[in-house]
Each structure stands twice: as structure tokens, then as C-alpha cells.
């Protein structure tokens, strides 16, 4: 029998602000030292209040009406209960019933849509480090050494994290498969970069995912511990595989939080899935009800109109604007900054370009998403680190286009570009790449290797046409590969005659 996958993603972020959500403890992920970012509002001590950050509230807004979400006109902060020690305060300050968002959606390639249940704001925990002597079994990701000598375990807790402002959006469980589910999640983070809410390193837990599973709508997994998009698909994918075993072999399936192991590539079983009563969630008595609308400063009407442009709507002007393909325009929304890049250098293109310059764009977006591409791979460079004007990429085009280098010639000046940040033509003059393409002087080359290899002028005379790229050889190496290479042939058939 074919199974229907039924899919929900749960996805935590933090936020980017200056200050923790409820107080005025630093953010700061980089602090290496623990312990550095605390005070005895995060730390959970009696007779302290908490203080709502507006730009924690104010990046989740922007991040909900930018997704085609509702904010509501009541939102308002409960506690959830529960105890670990990475908890200070013995609860989560957190929204239930009245989250800051509802509503919304992703809108897949395939012209599905995946529906945004809610987004709501909560804090943070801090985080807990697990010291196990050498022996005893591995340490857990990211937990430092402490100490080589010790026979036990022993564990830390590093509060920097506790208070952080954290978001939470959940999917309603429209995705029904590891590939649409990869998609959205990237999707989603490619939002919350060019809205700057969030940094969403993954590697880091900046963003974190969690998949709901199920098949033909029966029992459902939670699977946790996944840190990348590669990992969210493997996960499900198991995880639809597991089930239907299960299910073939008539084995019941238990509703239960499952983790990722990316090292086996299995989930495995943590505990059994808690339900929401077991938090004994109420009202924050110590917060105020968010009025968002009553706030000049919060007000989404308001925060609507200064929404950037978002990936979607990027790619499809991209398409009507220059005339280039889904392909083509997925890779320039994929950053924020690349795509700025691509576009003032199109802008500097069309100087020049004439009438129909989608040959001339399109031969831009070539250069910029293979070879330009390529090189930064290798020097590992980010959009945002290079320093080659869009200007001077837009005039190597220009060369590229009126055959006044060879594309082999464009490579390397690509390359000098990369590392100097200097003019192409001042490269290409430096370095003597220009193209040979002046008649007289490529006729000039042509009679001296008409004089040099008469055995092959009388082979071509007698009609051999092998003898004619042989002379062509010759007067490519003569210029030491600079002679335009059409130019060259027409010059020469010519100077045959
Ligand atoms: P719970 O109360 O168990 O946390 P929710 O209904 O709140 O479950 O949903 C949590 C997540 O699980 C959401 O992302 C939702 O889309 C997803 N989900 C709900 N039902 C299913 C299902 N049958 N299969 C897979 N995912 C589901
Ligand atoms: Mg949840």
C-alpha cells in the first residue's frame, strides 16, 4: 500500500538584537567566556522583573507580515513550567494561546503552498556542557575538555544563552515529503537573512529545526538535534522508512521525541512526546498584554511598508526585468547580497548594452555564477567580503562582449580582479591580454605566415582544408593566443586569395 508522508517543521530562532529579551544583558553569541552575560533578571532571581525588548517583538513582526502572516491585536506572554538546569527562573517565559503572529505561508517552486500556522517570541536557555573523561564515552558537540585527569563526569552550565530572544515558528503539516520540507526550511532562513532578524547559523544553533512525521495521518514523531538542511533530509527520509517498517510488520508506533544521530544517520528514541498540559502554562503575571497595534513604534501597519523586497519577489522581477530563467533567478535571490552585486553591475551594463541587452546580461549572469562563482569557492569568500566593484565586473563583460580579450584571457583577469580590485582594462594591459583584432594588424601576421610556410599555402591552394587551420596554428601562435580567433580566419582566407 502507497503511504502518505504528513510533515510539520518546527523552527527556533534567535534573534539579533543588542540586548536579552526580558533585560539589558548583552547578546552576543561570539562570548567565549561563560557567564559573562548575565544579571539577576535572566538568572532568574526573586523580586526581579522582566522588561519586553521591543526589537525582539519588532524583528518577529517584521518576519510574520513579511511571510503574509496576521499580527494580533492581543498577544500576550505565559509561563512554561518545567525544571532543567539550563533553566534558571524554573519556567520558559514563552506565548501559548496568544502568539505575536498567525498565519502565513511559503510558496514552494512547484507552486505548492505550505502553510505558516503561528510564530511567537520567547527566551532562550542556557546551555549545558558535559565534561566525560576520556574512557567514559564521547563528549557531547561543542563541549570543551575540561579536564584530563578527572575519573567522573561532571557538567556546566553557561547562562550567556538564557534570555536570548528566541522565535518559534510552526508549520501546519502541509509538506509531504524531505524535499519539500528542505525547501521551505531554506526558504525560511533566506527570509529571516534579508529581513537581518536573525544570523540562522545552523552550525551554530542560531537556528534550529524540528520535524513532525507521520504516515496516513496516524501516530506522529518529533525529531530533534538536526543542524543542517542535509540533516533535515536524511531525518525524514529515515524516519518515513522506519514507520513504514513498522507498520508493515504490524509494530505500533509510540507518539515520542526522537533524536537525530548524524554520525549513524538514524533517529533514536529520547522520550515519550510530553503534552502541553504537562507545562501548566498561565498568563505572565509580571508582562503586560502586547498591544502591537496600539504602539507607534510596533504598529504592523506601519512596519508593512518598510518590509524590504523578499526572495520570491526578487526572483520573479529578476525574470520579467532581464529575461532569465527559474534556474538563473534562484541563484541570485539565494543571498541578498549577490543579488544587490548582479544588479548594479546589469545597471552599469546597460551604458553599453544597446536595444536588447538580454544576450549581454545573460552572458554577465554566466561569468558571475560559474567562473566568478568558482573562484570564490576556492578562496572560500562570501558575497559580502569581495571587494571587486560591480563596475569593473560589468566593464570585463564589456570586454568579453566586444572581443577585446578572450574568454580564456577573461579568466585570469577574473582572477586579478579578485585579489586587486583593480580596473580590468588596467590588468589586461598590464599583463598584455588584450585580443588582437585590428584588420591591419592581424593582415600583417597573416602575409608573414603566408611567406613562411609555402608547402601548406600550395596544399590549401590545391584544395586541402586541414592545411587552412594549420596556418591559423601558426598565426594563434604567433600572437601567443591573443588573435581573435574569427577575426583571424577571416583575415587570413582572405590574404589566401
Ligand atoms: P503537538 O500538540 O503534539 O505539539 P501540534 O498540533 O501542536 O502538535 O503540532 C506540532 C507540529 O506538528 C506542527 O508543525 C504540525 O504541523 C505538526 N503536525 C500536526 N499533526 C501532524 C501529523 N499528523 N503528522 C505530522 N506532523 C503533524
Ligand atoms: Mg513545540
Not at 512554561?80 to 524554573?90: I, S
Request: with cysteine.
Amino acid at each position: 500500500m502507497e503511504r502518505q508522508a504528513t510533515i510539520g517543521l518546527e523552527i527556533h530562532a534567535e534573534l539579533a538584537t543588542a540586548s536579552k529579551m526580558f533585560c539589558d544583558s548583552s547578546n552576543d553569541p561570539s562570548e567565549k567566556h561563560p557567564n559573562i552575560n548575565v544579571c539577576p533578571v535572566c538568572m532568574g532571581h526573586p523580586g526581579t522583573l522582566p522588561v519586553i525588548n521591543k526589537e525582539a517583538v519588532k524583528h518577529v513582526l517584521r518576519v510574520g507580515l513579511a511571510l503574509g502572516g496576521e499580527a494580533n491585536r492581543h498577544s500576550q506572554f505565559d509561563r512554561k513550567n518545567y525544571f532543567y538546569p539550563d533553566l534558571p527562573k524554573g519556567y520558559q517565559i514563552s506565548q501559548y494561546e496568544h502568539p505575536l503572529i498567525v498565519g502565513g505561508g511559503i510558496t514552494l517552486a512547484s507552486g505548492k503552498r505550505i502553510r505558516i500556522r503561528r510564530i511567537h517570541l520567547e527566551e532562550d536557555t542556557g546551555r549545558l556542557l558535559h565534561e566525560i573523561p576520556a574512557g567514559l564515552g564521547n563528549s557531547p558537540r561543542g563541549a570543551p575538555s575540561l579536564s584530563k585527569s578527572r575519573k567522573t563526569s561532571r557538567s556546566f552550565v553557561d547562562f550567556n544563552r538564557a534570555g536570548i530572544p528566541l522565535m518559534e515558528m510552526v508549520t501546519e503539516p502541509d509538506i509531504s515529503s524531505a524535499g519539500e520540507a528542505k525547501e521551505f526550511a531554506e526558504e525560511f532562513r533566506r527570509a529571516l537573512l534579508y529581513l537581518e532578524a536573525s544570523r540562522a547559523n545552523l552550525e551554530k544553533g542560531e537556528m534550529r529545526l524540528e520535524a513532525n512525521v507521520s504516515l496516513n495521518m496516524g501516530t506522529k514523531t518529533e525529531v530533534k538535534n538536526i543542524n543542517s538542511f542535509a540533516a533535515l533530509f536524511s531525518a525524514i527520509e529515515y524516519e518515513i522508512e522506519r514507520q513504514t517498517e513498522a507498520l508493515k510488520n504490524k509494530k505500533e508506533l509510540k507518539q515520542e521525541t526522537r533524536g537525530w544521530d548524524d554520525v549513524k544517520q538514524k533517529t533514536f528514541s529520547q522520550r515519550l512526546k510530553e503534552s502541553s498540559h504537562d507545562y501548566r502554562y498561565f498568563p505572565e503575571p509580571d508582562l503586560p498584554p502586547l498591544k502591537v497595534y496600539e504602539d507607534a513604534e510596533l504598529n504592523p501597519d506601519t512596519l508593512r511598508l518598510e518590509l524590504p523586497e523578499m526572495p520570491w519577489d526578487k526572483r520573479a522581477r529578476f525574470a520579467r526585468e532581464f529575461g532569465l530563467d527559474a534556474k538563473a533567478c534562484a541563484m541570485l535571490a539565494s543571498d541578498k547580497k549577490l543579488g544587490e552585486f548582479f544588479e548594479e553591475a546589469v545597471s552599469e551594463l546597460m551604458e553599453w548594452a544597446g536595444e536588447s541587452p538580454h544576450g549581454h546580461i545573460r552572458l554577465l549572469y554566466n561569468y558571475l555564477s560559474s567562473d566568478l562563482v568558482g573562484l570564490m569557492k576556492a578562496k572560500e569568500l562570501e558575497w559580502g567580503d569581495i571587494l571587486m566593484t560591480p563596475e569593473n565586473f560589468s566593464e570585463l563583460i564589456k570586454m568579453v562582449a566586444h572581443s577585446e580579450i578572450s574568454s580564456r584571457a577573461a579568466k585570469d583577469v577574473l582572477a586579478a580582479m579578485l585579489e586587486e580590485s583593480s580596473d580590468p582594462s588596467d590588468i589586461v594591459r598590464d599583463r598584455g591580454l588584450a585580443q588582437v583584432s585590428g584588420e591591419e594588424e592581424l593582415q600583417k601576421i597573416a602575409q608573414k605566415i603566408i611567406e613562411a610556410n609555402p608547402a601548406a599555402v600550395a596544399d590549401y591552394k590545391a584544395g586541402k582544408q586541414n592545411a587552412l587551420q594549420f596556418l591559423l596554428g601558426q598565426m594563434m601562435r604567433e600572437t601567443k593566443g591573443s588573435a581573435n580567433p574569427e577575426k583571424a580566419k577571416e583575415v587570413l582566407t582572405k590574404e589566401l586569395e
